[in-house]
């Protein structure tokens, strides 16, 4: 199995990248560990940025189909239930930013990336193999070494030449772990996420919603957003505690009651959020700090894309949405350089300092959402009299 373009990956980074490539020509392997897709039934917030990039790979319709176009986001003092500021995704802000903002069901995204690559494209991702690591060839190219993913059985291995390998392998890369060796693992944030999908129509009927909802305390938020036309509402609550010993699975099962205290003293909707929903899901929040030069993002035939390259907080909302801009990026410079290290170096160049910026404000914002005493007095105020400008949003 020789080819051109090696993916490490098939998660929406991944999978976005192999969409770009194909729609202008390119042959693409996407290579993923997992034994079946079974992305995590979680939220992702889409800002008009990635609405635009989805758009313009005509997947307009596809995603009109999936989403949900909230309206209205309200922030909301976690202690009162008195609203801070307010932002409308209306007509004004779709004409302003040239996209509307959508929420979806981060499968249905990754479901919608995948029949595109699947159906339009004939790219067939290959399950069940791990990138393992790679060596450069004398004649050119690289020999990258495969293994089956952790989950098959009895382990087989194989080696692929290709001209480049993609590293859109998440958080853990082990494309990173050998781009920049000695680099410290991800570091644990303090935050633990409880995130929740659930039927709009198995809440209390004050409890349901079509517009997204941020809820500050201290030391805490709740992000709360219709997913599946308004269907479903997904509701995540950010709240500070100790680190579980697995970080790397991103799907604990969680306790209700652990999650109900730490939201004690909070207002009648987040608690009621917090009884109504059973089952909660924990994910214990990780990030890297941003690379400092285009030169830790590609070096030779070999880059980095998604978290793989800029794992961040999710307090911008903007993790799958800087993959996704980072996969039109990828397709643009090979279109004009072609498939070689010219064209890499040009990608990470041209993405490694916005994506820093990204990152960066991800954690000031965390800092701001979850601020006590007089730096939360200050974010209140802020909140009324700078609104979006407070948060520097990346539209
Ligand atoms: P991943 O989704 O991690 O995919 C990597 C894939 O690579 C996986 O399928 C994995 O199995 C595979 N893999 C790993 N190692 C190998 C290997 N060696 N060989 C082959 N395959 C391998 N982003 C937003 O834009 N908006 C939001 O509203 C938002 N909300 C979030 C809320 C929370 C609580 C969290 C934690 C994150 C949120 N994000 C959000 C961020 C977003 O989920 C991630 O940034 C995005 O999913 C990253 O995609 P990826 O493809 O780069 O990585």
């Known amino acids: 199995m020789d080819t051109p373009i090696l993916i490490a990956g098939g998660g929406i980074g991944g999978l976005a990248a192999a969409l770009a490539l194909a729609r202008n020509g390119a042959h693409v392997t996407v290579v993923e560990q997992a034994d079946a897709w079974a992305e995590v039934g979680a939220g992702i917030q889409l800002g008009p940025n990635v609405v635009r990039v989805l758009k ?49 069901h981060r499968a249905d995204l990754h479901q919608l990336l995948l029949q595109q690559v699947q159906q339009q494209y004939a790219v067939q991702p290959l399950l069940q193999r791990q990138v393992q690591g790679w060596k450069r060839l004398e004649q ?19 080696s692929v030449r290709a001209q480049v390998l993609i590293g859109a392998d998440g958080l853990w890369s082990q494309v990173r772990r050998q781009m920049l060796p000695g680099e410290a693992a991800p570091r644990y944030s303090g935050i633990l996420a409880y995130r929740a999908l659930v039927r709009q129509d198995s809440l209390p009927p004050a409890l349901r919603s079509r517009q997204v909802t941020a809820w500050l305390g201290d030391r805490m938020h709740m992000v709360q957003y219709p997913v599946r036309g308004g269907s479903h509402m997904n509701v995540v609550a950010l709240v500070q505690g100790s680190r579980p010993d697995d970080l790397q699975n991103w799907d604990h099962a969680a306790n209700a009651g652990h999650l109900r205290a730490a939201l004690a003293g909070t207002a009648a909707p987040v608690i009621g ?8 899901r924990l994910w ?13 993002m590609a ?3 070999v880059a980095l894309l998604g978290d793989a390259a800029h794992p961040m907080r999710p307090f911008m909302a903007q993790g799958a949405g800087m993959a996704l801009e980072d996969a039109a990026v990828l397709a ?10 010219k064209a890499l170096y040009r990608y990470a160049e041209r993405r490694w300092q916005r994506c820093a910026r990204v990152q960066l ?22 909140m009324r009299v700078l609104g979006e400008r407070l948060l520097d949003v990346p539209w």
């Open 56 to 104: 313009s790979w005509g997947l307009g319709d596809g995603l009109q189909r999936i989403a949900s176009f909230p309206q209205l986001l309200r922030v909301r003092d976690a202690a009162n239930g008195n609203t801070l500021g307010t932002l409308h995704f209306d007509a004004r802000f779709a004409l302003r930013y040239g996209a509307p903002y959508a929420t979806v």
């Open 140 to 158: 050119g190219g690289l020999s990258v070494d495969l293994a089956a993913g952790p989950m098959a059985g009895p382990t087989t291995s194989e």
């Open 273 to 280: 959020m917090a009884e109504a929903i059973e089952h909660w």
């Open 284 to 296: 214990p929040l990780c990030d890297r700090p941003p690379v400092r030069s285009a030169a830790e």
């Open 299 to 301: 070096q030779g035939r």
């Open 332 to 341: 643009q410079c090979m279109q004009a350089d072609g498939i070689g290290e």
């Open 361 to 382: 404000r991800s954690i000031r914002n965390g800092n701001i959402f979850h601020s006590t005493g007089m730096m939360r007095w200050g974010r209140d105020l802020g």
